[in-house]
């Protein structure tokens, strides 16, 4: 009796994660596999794909819209995590604090991180308007000339960055729960020590909250890394492929120039590389990032 009733529910059991498993094996899996294969072919929609190796790979490297995608996409990296990852932490220390109306600063500093993306796109094409935008009216009343924006190729990717800061609330909501795991005890120990604001900061808030950090820093890079709507919604990847980030590149290379193997080996770098920059930082914050329950993973 018992027998049959385990293998009754056994039996449910797979019917219940059936949809799961058939999708992540139809939408996620094959597909992935299916990327590998093209990214050794010669493969265009609508014909057969033709195996070459690592020309594909090869090709790439020979490509100057490639490597303008890269530098795009790493200047975009190296401006905005930094900033988005301090004021995030900034505005966490700041709304930490016993202040008035502190539920309703919070919510309203996460309220833009709701909003999305080609939404607020579409906001700051207005906000970046160089004749009637926000910025260079606001700039005009204390009698700077504002700069054209997205219409410049030397201000454009700086736009975008200027664009990410919009959305610190949801990195900050992350910080504010690493604040307040910080033992109490820790403060009220260097405050009878006479020990100042910015040196308990560095000494006990910053080693804190540092597997936070890593977790935002990490995050960070991956997300900046994988910037598309942006570049898609607002620029097109101009002025002068100045904002032609990698993964639009990729979206260009399969969607435009039909040319699905070279955006499959764009795919498959993008990934290598994330891993293993991944495992770099990892491995370099064992010195630098403490874990309350004992050394770091």
């Known amino acids: 009796m018992f027998k049959s009733i385990r293998n009754r529910e056994t039996v449910h059991f797979y019917i219940f994660i059936a949809p799961w498993i058939i999708g992540t094996l139809v939408f996620l899996l094959y597909p992935m596999i299916a990327s590998l294969y093209y ?6 929609i609508g014909q057969a794909p033709k195996w070459i190796g690592l020309q594909n790979y090869v090709d790439l490297f020979h490509n100057d819209l490639f490597w303008q995608s890269v530098k795009a996409t790493l200047r975009f990296t190296l401006f905005s995590v930094p900033l988005t990852l301090i004021l995030s932490l900034l505005f966490a ?3 930490n604090q ?14 833009p991180s709701m909003i999305s993306g080609v939404a607020m796109s579409l906001i700051w094409l207005w906000i970046f308007n160089p004749a009637v935008g926000m910025i260079n009216y606001v700039l005009g009343l204390i009698g700077i000339e504002g700069p054209h924006w997205l ?3 030397n201000w454009a990717v700086y736009a975008l960055v200027l664009m990410t800061l919009w959305s610190v609330g949801g990195g ?3 910080f504010l729960a690493g604040l307040q795991n910080v033992p109490q005890t820790l403060y009220e120990v260097a405050k009878i020590d006479g020990v100042g604001r ?4 560095w000494k006990i808030t910053f080693p804190m909250i540092s597997p936070v950090v890593l977790f935002q820093l990490i995050m960070g890079i991956i997300e900046s890394f994988q910037v598309f709507t942006q570049a898609y919604v607002m620029t097109r990847g101009g002025p002068h492929y100045s904002t032609s980030f990698y993964v639009y590149y990729i979206y260009q290379n399969a969607f ?5 193997g070279a955006a499959s080996a764009m795919s498959w770098m993008l990934l290598v590389v994330v891993i293993a920059l991944t495992y770099f930082i990892m491995k370099v914050s064992k010195k630098y ?3 309350e329950g004992g050394e770091g993973l």
Do not use: C
Not at 39 to 44: A, I, M, Q, T
Not at 256 to 260: D, L, Q, R, Y
């Open 39 to 44: 990214s050794f072919s010669e493969f265009k």
């Open 93 to 95: 220390i700041l709304l």
């Open 98 to 111: 016993r202040i008035p109306f502190r539920g309703f600063f919070r919510t309203l500093m996460y309220f």
């Open 151 to 153: 219409l410049d190729e």
């Open 172 to 174: 900050m909501v992350i």
């Open 198 to 201: 910015w040196k308990t900061f």
């Open 256 to 260: 435009a120039n039909n040319k699905i």
């Open 289 to 291: 990032v403490h874990y």
